[in-house]
């Protein structure tokens, strides 16, 4: 009775409301981050696939899939990269970071994000790859250890410029 007083369809009223609860629903960012997803796997190969969701499983969702993605901002984006960044993961995190890019733009083309808050992140994680520090005390003398790009692996550094350790015999 006081929205007809004042001018206002009671009617009217109550569907945007009802509306603007569905668009915060369908706004989460698990919901849009598995619909592109679904959209973007059909072009790569199932192992790749595979461990995109993967990633977004262990380490995205459980931070901010349940969170708005219109409210989402950079803080909150590098608080859910972090623990791989703090396990010794860092290409994996500049990946994982690469695919809340693309979800962001995902959502806006389809109206459901303003902006893309990972462009603010550019810097703000550690420069590396995934070489991660092995003991000299664990390599025999008869093996040496050597990244993909062949460059000789430093046990001083924590990181070399390869994806990963191979073994090579001398």
Same mark, same amino acid.
């Given at each position: 009775?006081?929205?007809?007083?004042? &001018?206002?369809?009671?009617?009217?009223?109550?569907?945007?409301?009802?509306?603007?609860?569905?668009?915060?629903?369908?706004?989460?960012?698990?919901?849009?981050?598995?619909?592109?997803?679904?959209?973007?796997?059909?072009?790569?190969?199932?192992?790749?696939?595979?461990? *995109?969701?993967?990633?977004?499983?262990?380490? *995205?969702?459980?931070?901010?899939? =349940?969170?708005?993605?219109?409210?989402?901002?950079?803080?909150?984006?590098?608080?859910?990269?972090?623990?791989?960044?703090?396990?010794? #993961?860092?290409?994996?995190?500049?990946?994982? !970071?690469?695919?809340?890019?693309?979800?962001?733009? #995902?959502?806006?083309?389809?109206?459901?994000?303003?902006?893309?808050?990972?462009?603010?992140?550019?810097?703000?994680?550690?420069? &590396?790859? !995934?070489?991660?520090?092995?003991?000299? =005390?664990?390599?025999?003398?008869?093996?040496?250890?050597?990244?993909?790009?062949?460059?000789?692996?430093?046990?001083?550094?924590?990181?070399?410029?390869?994806?990963?350790?191979?073994?090579?015999?001398?």
């Amino acid at each position: 009775r006081d929205l007809l007083s004042d &001018g206002i369809d009671p009617s009217a009223t109550k569907q945007a409301e009802k509306q603007a609860r569905a668009d915060r629903a369908d706004g989460s960012f698990e919901l849009i981050a598995r619909e592109w997803y679904v959209k973007q796997a059909e072009g790569w190969a199932d192992s790749y696939s595979g461990k *995109v969701l993967r990633r977004l499983e262990q380490y *995205v969702f459980p931070k901010i899939g =349940s969170k708005p993605i219109r409210e989402l901002k950079g803080p909150e984006l590098l608080a859910a990269l972090r623990p791989m960044e703090s396990a010794g #993961y860092i290409e994996t995190a500049h990946r994982v !970071n690469q695919y809340l890019g693309q979800i962001f733009r #995902y959502a806006m083309a389809t109206h459901r994000a303003d902006f893309d808050p990972t462009t603010a992140l550019k810097g703000a994680l550690v420069r &590396g790859m !995934n070489c991660p520090m092995i003991p000299p =005390s664990f390599i025999s003398s008869s093996f040496s250890l050597m990244c993909p790009s062949r460059c000789a692996y430093s046990y001083s550094d924590a990181y070399c410029t390869g994806t990963g350790p191979i073994w090579m015999a001398r």
